[in-house]
């Protein structure tokens, strides 16, 4: 079987949707040179119309998306960082995810937004370095963060068909995973709905993006003295509480692993629900950034900063000790 | 119904065909008479947002919806209640959705602030100020993608014009050569601050350094507004690219009508009625037959009351519903309350 990365993934559900549907076209900063490596190939099947280089106006080009989408395409467009996602928020949460509501459902937006480059890179620096994707769960925006090739093809299709905007964040430390698989067999996978990567019956990890495969070494390497079940929910927004609810209700006990910022980060948001609403018996453990950001200038600095398998070890045996 | 129907037709002006000038006395006056009500509505306690009046700026509004087709576009702004009548929006539906009945266009989710009316291809009105025009922009290039000769106006204020998505629509427009017309509806007031205390350069001289033809023009007289618009319109249908359009006007309410009680003091009494004086009211009126005037007049007051009285008498809204339309996907949220 072929192999498939995370970023050819990404390169191949745009392709194949651009095929089916001509109303999908790909706007972004130096995507005609492929630079992010998502539109390799894009500019010589589909021409300049359908993939659009753009100047550096984030803010004019988002909001000129939402036109396109308002006159009945899907677009896609792509940032290269994620600080810029923080320049459109207002044009992502408060235009165009706004459109729905405020046209009383007169009118959609079907727009995603591509963020091929999620996270920290080794010293790029303060402002190359965030995962902003709770804010845009925070004002309702649909997110989502696949942790696999198959997951990152499956969800940018659904993205993209989908009637709302929708931000998909690739996080870097992903980009290296690989899968065997059969072209063919590659499909759409549904916003909202969570995937179990390992069954276990001691404890629930929730882990997203690149962390899923951290999570999973870790309940490789504790095998033999624990049985971790590791929960990837793929969309952050909407959740799968549905999917956790049933996890935890197997296991009792929850540790999150989220590379995003602790305060109102998503992990607070899953414990948080989960205290309330679902069987916990002991008190569950976030592994995440500290409250604010990474520094990004110096790997020394900033690994400690960032979750990691030794945190989320130390975490799991925390949660097995606890009890209500 | 025809791709030329507006205001007149509202108005249920059977019979004979009105000429240019009786149309647009109309339109404005339909304006005029919808503003003023509103203000009584909002003063009853009918229309909760306030509003904010564009009594004073109707022939912008006029002359622009004269100079459109029905399937052109239009992104209209908070100030927005005329480009919407101007464009074909039903008064009724309009007060409705001011006043948050089930009956509103937008069933009462865009209110005062945000209307947008896609039967009449009213895209929105941002309040984010200056967004309608990237907007708008994007509107053009798919449209003309699709290959009809359809057109998309974004029409916003003085205020604007500083701000940076919008000038970057300016440059995508005129880099792509879009079918769009952007119209600055320049009331020298950005709420409370003066054109003269925000604006270096000038209003048009934005669009020309992105080369975009601009012109500014009189925003009180109806004809020299549709004629503008009609040669801009022309342009853009014609595959000849974006055009900027300045019209100087002047809102005689405040920005909002919470002025009624602020007793805000940033303009001078004596301004106010010196632009009044060249009220576009009477300026279009003046063009008229006296008899067709008045019986303009009797039919535009027969308009706004059924208008105000379908609003007044339709449902309000339930409560349950506080979370319908946010998604098209029809996506439903979790309440606030835990376990709700």
């Known amino acids: ?324 | 119904m025809d791709e030329q129907a507006g205001a007149a037709e509202q108005a249920g002006a059977a019979g004979q065909p009105e000429s240019l000038q009786e149309d647009l006395y109309r339109t404005i006056a339909l304006i005029r008479r919808f503003e003023e009500r509103s203000i009584e509505l909002v003063r009853s306690g009918d229309i909760v947002s306030g509003i904010h009046p564009c009594i004073g700026q109707e022939a912008v509004a006029a002359g622009i919806g004269a100079a459109l087709r029905r399937d052109d576009v239009m992104m209209a702004n908070h100030r927005g209640h005329g480009h919407l009548l101007a464009k074909g929006t039903d008064p009724g539906r309009l007060f409705a959705e001011m006043m948050g009945r089930a009956t509103g266009i937008a069933h009462g989710r865009g209110g005062s602030f945000h209307p947008s009316d896609l039967s009449v291809n009213v895209y929105g009105s941002t309040g984010t100020v200056g967004h309608g025009a990237p907007m708008a922009a994007g509107v053009a290039w798919a449209l003309a993608r699709s290959g009809t000769d359809r057109i998309a106006i974004s029409i916003f204020g003085d205020g604007a014009v500083n701000q940076g998505a919008l000038l970057e629509s300016f440059n995508l427009a005129s880099l792509w050569q879009v079918p769009a017309v952007f119209v600055c509806e320049n009331n020298l007031y950005a709420t409370t601050l003066p054109v003269q205390d925000a604006v270096a350069g000038s209003i048009t001289g934005r669009a020309e350094a992105f080369g975009i033809p601009a012109a500014s023009h009189d925003g009180m007289d109806p004809e020299v507004v549709l004629e503008a618009t009609a040669g801009a319109v022309a342009r853009a249908r014609s595959g000849g690219g974006p055009s900027f359009l300045e019209f100087k006007t002047y809102r005689y309410e405040g920005h909002h009508t919470f002025e009624l009680t602020a007793g805000l003091h940033y303009r001078d009494p004596e301004e106010v009625a010196q632009w009044r004086s060249r009220d576009p009211l009477e300026l279009a009126g003046s063009r008229i037959p006296a008899d067709r005037r008045k019986q303009i007049d009797e039919e535009v007051e027969i308009v706004i009351d059924t208008a105000s009285r379908f609003a007044l008498d339709s449902p309000r809204l339930d409560p349950a519903e506080g979370l319908d339309y946010l998604y098209s996907s029809g996506l439903r949220l979790r309440s606030g309350v835990s376990g709700g």
């Open chain 1, 1 to 324: 079987m072929p192999y498939l990365s995370y970023l050819r993934a990404i390169n191949r559900a745009l392709g194949d949707e651009m095929e089916r549907d001509p109303a999908v076209f790909l706007m972004g900063e130096d995507v005609r040179e492929a630079l992010t490596n998502t539109t390799i190939g894009l500019l010589k099947r589909f021409g300049p119309e359908r993939i659009i280089e753009t100047p550096l106006s984030e803010q004019g080009f988002t909001d000129f998306a939402t036109g396109a989408a308002l006159a009945g395409l899907r677009p896609i467009v792509e940032y290269q960082i994620p600080f810029l996602l923080l320049l459109v928020f207002e044009q992502i949460a408060n235009q165009a995810n706004k459109v729905s509501l405020m046209s009383g459902g007169q009118a959609r937006v079907p727009v995603t937004y591509l963020l091929p480059a999620a996270g920290w890179r080794p010293a790029w620096g303060a402002q190359h370095s965030d995962q902003p994707y709770p804010m845009f769960g925070h004002f309702g925006v649909k997110t989502v963060l696949p942790a696999t090739p198959v997951d990152a093809y499956g969800l940018l299709v659904t993205a993209i068909r989908d009637d709302d905007p929708v931000v998909v964040f690739a996080p870097i430390a992903a980009h290296k995973v690989q899968e065997n698989v059969v072209f063919a067999d590659l499909a759409p996978v549904p916003l909202g709905v969570g995937r179990v990567h390992r069954e276990g019956a001691d404890v629930t990890v929730v882990a997203v993006g690149h962390c899923v495969h951290d999570a999973l070494a870790v309940a490789q390497d504790m095998a033999e003295e624990i049985s971790v079940e590791v929960f990837d929910p793929r969309t952050l927004y909407p959740f799968d509480w549905d999917g956790l609810a049933a996890s935890l209700e197997k296991t009792g006990r929850l540790v999150v692993m989220d590379d995003s910022n602790r305060f109102c980060g998503l992990a607070a948001e899953v414990l948080a629900t989960a205290a309330e609403e679902m069987r916990l018996v002991a008190p569950p453990r976030r592994v995440t950034r500290p409250d604010s950001a990474v520094l990004g200038c110096v790997p020394e600095l900033d690994l400690p900063l960032q979750p990691d398998r030794g945190q989320l070890a130390v975490a799991i045996k925390e949660v097995l000790k606890g009890a209500r």
